[in-house]
């Protein structure tokens, strides 16, 4: 075995792209992460929801 091949452990990672995109803010969403669907919209929080979906309005 050549020294090359036992350096291989250390090889860097694959590089993680994102699987798509939050729908409000943009935020990058990646594999197994939790996200909310709402009428084919993608969101990666409820706060991105509510944002997208309820009017702030002062009384």
């Not at 250390?10 to 992460?33: K, T």
């Not at 939790?34 to 919209?41: A, K, L, S």
């Amino acid at each position: 075995m050549n020294r090359l091949e036992t350096m291989s452990r250390f090889a860097e990672p694959e590089e993680v792209r994102p699987v798509c995109a939050c729908d409000w803010c943009g935020a990058d969403l990646y594999e197994g992460e939790e996200v909310y669907t709402v009428n084919g919209d993608t969101y990666c929080e409820a706060e991105c929801v509510a944002s997208a979906y309820c009017a702030k309005e002062t009384l």
